[in-house]
């Protein structure tokens, strides 16, 4: 069946510290975006990505769409950017249906 | 340029009741979808309008209706409450279709 994952489940880092999200769908997709739920549960796009490579400061986003996944990038990571990180994907069979990842919480430690 | 506001912030209704949600779209932006995030989990897709006209839906029973208003603003309406509608209910919209939502900053909906 239709499938979104995200590993790891969670992830606790040092502040200053890079890291790899990553995302896997099971078909194949026309759209896709990274959000970051903070805190007080406020969803903020980072990147609308259905293929290639983007960047936004510190963060950047890659899908390979061949080969169903994404990957977001951290790098020099900050206390701000703790919460939980989803991607959602919109499958060609998708009939608008935004599908939501199982999420990444990200803690990040001074 | 404003954002996607949704009021109110926070309800609290019993079993059995009906509840309208209400959400005002990014200016510019034609579609309105609405998502249900219980706790812990990720949001899931109610359902989406596109010019006051129902554009796809999810997984949820016909209790759960909206609409779209002329300005693009929505609400989604849910009848007969039950105890596990209590959830954060996320509006987003979107220039077109679901080219990069966004989403404002929920309704929490506590069902007693």
């Known amino acids: 069946g239709i499938q979104v994952e995200q590993s790891p489940p969670d992830l606790i880092l040092q502040e200053g510290a890079n890291s790899t999200l990553r995302c896997n769908f099971s078909d194949s997709v026309n759209n896709l975006q990274w959000f970051h739920q903070n805190p007080w549960g406020q969803l903020i796009n980072l990147f609308y990505i259905p293929s290639g490579t983007k960047q936004n400061g510190r963060l950047s986003a890659t899908t390979v769409a061949t080969e169903r996944y994404s990957l977001l990038y951290i790098s020099s990571s900050q206390t701000t950017d703790s919460g939980v990180y989803f991607c959602a994907v919109e499958f060609l069979t998708g009939a608008n249906n935004l599908f939501f990842g199982t999420g990444t919480r990200l803690t990040v430690i001074p | 340029e404003t954002g996607v506001t949704q009021s109110p912030t926070h309800l609290i209704k019993t079993r059995g009741q009906q509840v309208t949600l209400r959400c005002s779209s990014q200016s510019g932006h034609n579609t309105v979808s609405w998502y249900q995030q219980a706790l812990g989990q990720g949001p899931q897709f109610i359902f989406q309008y596109y010019r006051e006209e129902e554009n796809g839906r999810g997984n949820f029973p016909p209790r759960f209706s909206g609409l779209q208003f002329p300005n693009y603003s929505s609400e989604l309406n849910v009848n007969a409450l039950e105890l596990d509608d209590s959830a954060l209910y996320l509006c987003?919209?979107?220039?077109?279709?679901?080219?990069?939502?966004?989403f404002g900053s929920g309704t929490q909906l506590s069902v007693l």
């Open positions: 987003a919209s979107s220039p077109q279709g679901n080219e990069k939502l966004f």
